[in-house]
């Protein structure tokens, strides 16, 4: 694997625009500082060498004008012919001022001018003024006679003068030329340089990003598709700039931590399918544990109830008929033989009814509880009576389940609290119920004899008894049906031992229907059943063994219904 580079990539193109910023001001600075000059030179040659040269040749001719004006003079005497002279003086004054003004940084071709400007005066003073002067005083012959060819000399040697300022300015307008090319050159070069910088920095950029982002992206990219198409075991390898060997890093952790993922996916897999196995085994095991089921109700019901029902039937005859005969041992192991064969179909019957709960069903409908109740008080009414028993419940909702189920859940509550009622104490029972969340919460109150804390998750065990068979008679299997009732509709069923101080209270939850799942008030309290009251009895709660039949009664039968698929 190779060892990526310390420098990221942030550094490295900071560090490649700082040397071509620098190169690229060294250039500017150069090329402003060329330019200038070369403005200067340009300057130079437009505004001071070409009027200089112009004004030298204007005052060569301005110092001609003058002698031609004196000679003119000379022989004429005619002031007329001084015009020129006169004009010529004026014209080089002008003249030497303008080029003096031009030659502030050429000290040199200033003395020059200076130099002529000094001989025209000496010529003027010597020759010129003389001349005019011999003229108007003693004639023209005497000024001609002046006019020698020393005279003449001068002047020669005055144009002489003017010619080296002309040649002096010709050589500056030359050197300036010279340099102004030289400067423009120089800029041009600077440009070029500046454009090959630019260019070899765009190359330098273009071969960093190749080698830098793009190869390394190319190839990070080509590990993640393979990985992408299934080879999670592939490493990810580390190159490029740190920033990319960072996230070559972090996609590198995410494939392993994928990889351990798709590993715990594929044993946890393994193992689902393993339980599924089991689960396909047990599956088959309670299938065929319900035929077996299946086949023992349907045996209960039929073979084992014929002979049964034959054999209490004759211990019934023999009870009748020999009643009083025999011995007292006689009688006494009759009725023992009676009352175990109605026991043993009291048994049977609840068994059937326990097996019968979620297998065989008539469909969920809409169930009034009230209605309910009043069915449960017209099968309670006997007992009742003969307990001197009172039954009451406050208004009750509407839900949905079996109506026949339901009615046996109620009955087996409220025969519960008939049964396990305390001494000389008439029983009272109450059934209220109030709404919890999506959930109703049914209550059914006594002021029986009440339980202990510690039993009061065993009443609903099968066959589970608290108290002797001799002191309340039943199959201990009532409790069980309510507990199988409330689960197979949706709902819990519990004791509450902190709800009252005496008897027994047995609350268990309903789902509320879909359709009237909103924030609901709590019911009216209201009268139910004859005279008694419409609100609990402080104390009262339900009975307290698993067995809700009443003394002489046996389990009703679950009603015509149908077996569930």
């Given at each position: ?5 310390n420098w ?13 910023g ?5 250039l ?5 500082v060329?330019a200038?000059n ?7 040659l ?10 030298g040749q204007?005052l060569?001719?301005a110092?001609?004008?003058?002698q ?6 000379a022989v004429t005497?005619?002031d ?12 080089e004054a002008?003249?030497i ?7 502030d940084d050429q000290?040199e ?5 200076h130099?002529?400007?000094d ?11 003389p001349a005019i002067?011999?003229?108007v005083r ?5 000024a001609?006679?002046?006019?020698t ?6 002047f020669?040697?005055l144009?002489?003068?003017?010619q080296?300022?002309?040649?002096s300015?010709?050589?500056l307008r ?5 340099q102004?090319?030289?400067t ?11 454009a ?9 950029l273009?071969?960093?990003l190749n080698?830098?982002v793009?190869?390394?992206v ?16 592939r490493d ?5 700039p ?5 996230l070559?890093?972090?996609v ?8 351990a993922?798709l590993d715990?996916?594929?044993?946890a897999?393994?193992?689902i399918?393993?339980v599924?196995s089991q689960?396909?085994k047990?599956?088959?095991e ?5 035929r ?6 349907y045996?209960?019901s039929?073979d ?8 209490a039937s004759?211990?019934?005859l023999l009870q009748?008929r020999?009643?009083?005969k025999?011995?007292?041992r ?9 009352d ?11 068994l059937l009814?326990f097996?019968r709960i979620?297998?065989?069903t008539?469909g969920?409908t809409?169930?009034?509880?009230d209605?309910?109740m009043?069915?449960v ?17 406050s208004d009750?909702?509407v ?9 046996n859940l109620?009955?087996?509550l409220v025969?519960n609290?008939l ?8 029983p009272?029972v109450?059934v209220?119920?109030r ?9 059914c109150q006594?002021?029986g ?8 998750d ?14 309340y008679?039943g199959?201990g299997i009532?409790l069980?049906?309510?507990?199988k009732?409330?689960?197979y509709?949706g709902g819990?069923?519990w004791v509450?031992?902190?709800?009252v ?5 047995i609350r ?8 009237l ?5 709590p019911p009216?309290?209201?009268?139910a059943e004859?005279?008694?009251?419409a ?7 339900a009975g307290?063994e ?10 009703r ?8 698929v």
């Open positions: 694997m190779r060892k990526p580079s990221t990539l942030r550094r490295r193109v900071t560090a490649l625009c700082v040397v071509v620098v190169v690229l001001g060294l500017a600075v150069g090329a402003a060329v200038t070369n403005r200067a030179h340009l300057d130079t437009l505004t001071k060498t070409g009027p200089l040269r112009t004004d204007a060569l001719s110092l001609v004008d003058q031609t004006g004196v000679r003119g003079y005497a005619n007329a012919d001084l015009a020129p002279y006169r004009e010529g003086v004026q014209r002008a003249l001022a303008s080029m003096d003004a031009l030659l000290p071709i200033r003395r020059e001018l130099t002529v400007r001989h025209a005066r000496q010529w003027r003073e010597v020759v010129a003024q002067e011999l003229t003693s004639g023209p012959e005497a001609q006679a002046h006019l060819t020393q005279t003449s000399a001068r020669t040697e144009r002489g003068e003017v080296a300022l002309q040649d300015i010709l050589e030359n050197t300036v030329a010279d102004a090319r030289r423009g050159n120089t800029l041009v070069l600077l440009l070029i340089l500046a090959i910088v630019v260019v070899l920095a765009g190359l330098a273009l071969t960093s080698r830098l793009i190869g390394p190319t190839t990070l990219a080509g590990q993640v598709r393979d990985i992408a198409a299934g080879d999670y075991q990810i390898e580390h190159v490029g740190p920033e990319l060997a960072a070559a890093g972090d590198d952790a995410m494939r392993r931590r994928i990889a993922d715990e996916v594929r044993q897999r393994e193992r399918e393993w599924n689960l396909e047990q599956a088959e309670l299938v065929r544990s319900n077996d089921l299946e086949q023992f109700a045996v209960a039929h084992l109830q014929e002979p049964l029902r034959k054999v004759f211990c019934q009748r020999y009643a009083g025999l011995d007292e006689a009688d006494q192991y009759i009725a023992f033989a009676v175990g064969a109605q026991r043993m179909q009291r048994l049977i019957n609840d009814a097996s979620g297998r065989l008539t969920f809409d169930v009034d509880l209605a309910v009043t069915d008080a017209g099968q309670t009414e006997a007992s009742r009576r003969y307990v001197d028993g009172e039954l009451t419940w009750l909702p839900i949905r389940g079996e109506e026949t189920l339901l009615t109620m009955a087996n025969g609290s049964k396990f009622r305390r001494p000389d104490v008439p009272r109450h209220s119920a709404r919890v969340g999506d959930e109703w919460e049914i209550s006594d002021n004899i009440g339980i202990e804390r510690e039993f009061a065993k009443i609903f065990v099968i066959f589970q008894r608290l108290h002797a068979k001799d002191a008679p199959t009532g069980a049906i309510v507990k009732i409330v689960e509709h819990r069923v509450d031992p902190d709800a101080t005496e008897g027994t209270m268990f939850t309903l789902p509320v229907p879909p359709e799942r909103e924030p609901a008030e009216v309290a209201s009268g004859g005279d008694g009251p609100t609990a009895v402080p104390g009262a709660q307290t698993a067995d809700a039949t009443p003394p002489g009664e046996s389990a039968p679950a009603g015509d219904m149908k077996e569930t």
